[in-house]
Nanobody
Framework: QVQLVESGGGLVQPGGSLRLSCAAS????????MGWYRQAPGKQRELVAT???????DYTDSVKGRFTVSRDNAKKTVDLQMNSLKPEDTAVYYC?????????????WGQGTQVTVSS
């Protein structure tokens, strides 16, 4: 099992910045992709940004140029720097980790952290 501990959510005004952090512990061998998803009220959970252990990143179009995902492979942490935040970024943000063990994928989720963008 993998345990994920998130931190960094909160309330911020439009145009502001927040940084989310997630630390993985437990059975952390075989982790390949780490990142963040979000879920707004009444909507499905969606990918925000992911990064592979090789450093390849993927972002949803709405956050490109504003959000940056990064990871520390040694510490097994993944961060999300969010700049120029908009009210539509308001959601619960979930840390995401995928492990591959004997070619089988295993996905783990954090408990979620609330991000609210409002004046």
């Amino acid at each position: 099992q993998v345990q994920l501990v998130e931190s960094g959510g909160g309330l911020v005004q439009p145009g502001g910045s927040l940084r989310l952090s997630c630390a993985a512990s437990g059975s952390i061998s075989g982790i390949d992709t780490m990142g963040w998803y979000r879920q707004a009220p009444g909507k499905q959970r969606e990918l925000v940004a992911t990064v592979t252990n090789g450093g390849s990143t993927d972002y949803t179009d709405s956050v490109k140029g504003r959000f940056t995902v990064s990871r520390d492979n040694a510490k097994k942490t993944v961060d999300l720097q969010m700049n120029s935040l908009k009210p539509e970024d308001t959601a619960v943000y979930y840390c995401y980790v995928r492990r591959t063990v004997f070619v089988l994928p295993y996905v783990y989720w954090g408990q979620g952290t609330q991000v609210t963008v409002s004046s």
